[in-house]
């Protein structure tokens, strides 16, 4: 079994301003968002960084017409990265010097042709996102949306904000696991009244596991959209997922073809989720523990390196007291392996062989 701290670093860092306590005043914030910002095709010759009079660390982007528009702290990141300045020592600068070099990148790099992404809602205009020409942009407001329209306002549902170490609390800002910003939203919801009864799961007693889902996404091209499903046993008040099995992930990359893989691949399976019920889950589960498998050592080898492998029995007895007998000891040994893996990339694909392991059950 697995410890996921995936939604406990978004609890410790996320300010107060970007987290929601329902699915509907996040959508609302959303919404406002996409109504308000429009994304555009510009060649990089035609934009020009200017230093605010007055300010000693601002600037501001002039396009074409000549109207200024000032950029958040994640768009002047990816402008640097245009004009082939590092951001960290950018920021260290004067305005003026600081456009100055911004300014001589954008007119002295290749010409480009690029995507950036406006917002404007009575005040300033700000610079939202400057991107590649065929960056594939998922509205968050539309993933929130899809999200409404099956789980609710995700705190009187099935699948809500979890509660704290298995009871239900109320959502507050303190607590939450629904968050969204000018860069990327995560939302976390959580099925922890019908839970999904394990015969033997752990030193020969019963057990019982919730199921949760992970969505995130972002419009200016900080992380991919993405959706993971797991089981688990309970989640603390930092919001670390203890006791996760049965993890399984789909990321889409912003490409052009983004949005119709958002409609395609992962809208449905956010469907199929939301559909499936704790008797497939539980078969599933069953079909896992029953199938036995004939020698442990060539199996795990045909999936991973000698060595990991080995470690990979090992973690299982470790962990259960015994060694790897079935696809589902299989599947936990995996995923007691992947808690020892430092990268966040390399450890979720190796919990996603767990989720395949468990699917060869079917």
């Known amino acids: 079994m697995e410890t996921i701290n995936t939604a406990s670093q978004q609890w410790a860092t996320r300010p107060d301003d970007e987290r929601f306590t329902s ?36 600037i501001a982007v002039e396009g074409p017409s000549g109207a200024a528009v000032f950029p958040t702290h994640w768009a002047f990141g990816q402008l640097a990265q245009r004009a082939g300045a590092p951001v960290g020592y950018l920021r260290d600068l004067p305005a003026p010097l600081a456009a100055d070099c911004m300014n001589f990148g954008l007119r002295h790099r290749d010409i480009e042709d690029v995507g950036v992404l406006l917002y404007k809602n009575g005040g300033p205009a700000q610079l939202r996102a400057v991107t590649g020409p065929n960056y594939g942009r998922i509205w968050n407001a539309d993933i929130v949306r899809a999200l409404t329209a099956r789980f609710g306002d ?55 596991l919730g199921r949760g889902f992970f969505v995130w996404n972002s419009e200016t091209g900080k992380t991919s959209l993405g959706l993971a499903t797991f089981l688990f046993d309970y989640v603390c008040c930092n919001r670390m997922i203890w006791g996760a099995a049965d993890y399984n992930e789909i990321r889409v990359r912003h490409s052009s073809g983004a949005p119709d893989r958002w409609i395609e691949e992962v809208a449905p399976a956010i469907e199929r989720y939301a559909q499936s019920s704790t008797v497939s889950i539980t078969k599933a589960i069953s079909d896992a523990r029953a199938a036995r498998i004939d020698d442990v050592s060539v199996f795990l080898q045909e999936r991973f390196s000698q060595g990991m492998a080995q470690a990979i029995e090992l973690a299982h007895v470790a962990d259960e007291g015994r060694p790897i007998e079935t696809l589902w000891d299989a599947a936990t040994g995996i995923t007691a392996y992947a808690r020892s893996i430092p990268h966040q990339d390399r450890r979720i694909e190796v919990e996603r062989e767990a989720g395949k392991v468990l699917k060869l059950a079917a």
């Open 23 to 58: 699915l509907a005043t996040m959508q609302a914030f959303l919404d406002e968002t996409r109504a308000n910002s429009i994304g555009r095709g510009i060649s990089s010759r035609a934009l020009t960084v200017r230093p605010i009079a007055d300010d000693p660390k601002g």
């Open 154 to 208: 995700g705190v009187t549902g099935d699948f809500k904000v979890p509660g704290e170490f298995g009871k239900d609390v109320v959502v507050t800002k303190a607590n939450t696991t629904l968050y969204a910003s000018d860069r990327d939203m995560f939302v976390f919801l959580a099925d922890e009244k019908n839970r999904i009864e394990i015969p033997n799961r752990r030193d020969g007693k019963a057990g019982t």
